[in-house]
Antibody, heavy 117, light 109 residues
């Protein structure tokens, strides 16, 4: 059974940083691209970043302006998202999701990030 | 950049009725890259349809997808209580990124 579990969310002040983690099981992690997707309260999902299976190709949403960094550790079946210079607009549930062709076939339960003073 | 517009924003129907949800793309898209998701409160989105018309594993056959070019449709043939949720369409674009519509809220009438 595929399992995807995010952690690391919480309350952070504007301008602060946070590092999200995602640990997976039930599939060969090193064979799949992985993604972060966020969803602000009452809004639709917004794709944030993607990293290829080997980690050699990385893509970000244009709106992030270089503030976020996606990375992975295939030996530990883990995905990360380093978020810097956070603003209130970054408040959202952050999901880790595995690619399945041109879709996101497996999602975690999400971790809530709240940016507020 | 492709924009996906879903309609209606809210759809109110009764149990057993047929639901038709629309997703329109701002430019022609590759059908094999069009997907639909269902999201219930407090849960992550769940993949329903991929390749515009193929059901994901475990999805009941009352769900069907169709369309091509710029116009795509998700149809639920006979609404069950568990079908009332928010539905999103999604397009995969290049360079790798996933574009979502704003969603259609399906509510019980």
């Amino acid at each position: 059974e595929v399992q995807v579990v995010e952690s690391g969310g919480g309350l952070v002040k504007p301008g602060g940083s946070l590092r999200l983690s995602c640990i997976v099981s039930g599939f060969t992690f090193s064979s799949y691209s992985m993604n972060w997707v966020r969803q602000a309260p009452g809004k639709g999902p917004e794709w944030v970043a993607s990293i290829s299976a080997s980690g050699g190709y990385i893509y970000y949403a244009d709106s992030l302006r270089g503030r976020f960094t996606i990375s992975r550790d295939n030996a530990k079946n883990s995905l990360f998202l380093q978020m810097n210079s956070l603003t209130a607009e970054d408040t959202a549930v952050y999901y880790c999701a595995r690619e399945a062709g041109a879709t996101l076939g497996y999602w975690g339960q999400g971790t809530l990030v709240t940016v507020s003073s | 950049e492709i924009v996906l517009t879903q309609s209606p924003g809210t759809l109110s129907l009764s149990l057993g009725e047929r639901a038709t949800l629309s997703c329109r793309a701002s430019q022609s898209v590759i059908s094999s890259y069009l997907a639909w998701y269902q999201q219930k409160p407090g849960q992550a989105p769940r993949l329903l349809i991929y390749g515009a018309s193929s059901r994901a594993t475990g999805v009941p056959d009352r769900f069907s997808g169709s369309g091509s070019g710029t116009d795509f449709t998700l149809t639920i043939s006979r609404l069950e209580p568990e079908d009332f949720a928010v539905y999103y369409c999604q397009q995969f674009d290049s360079p790798p990124r996933y574009i979502f519509g704003q969603g259609t809220q399906l509510e019980i009438k």
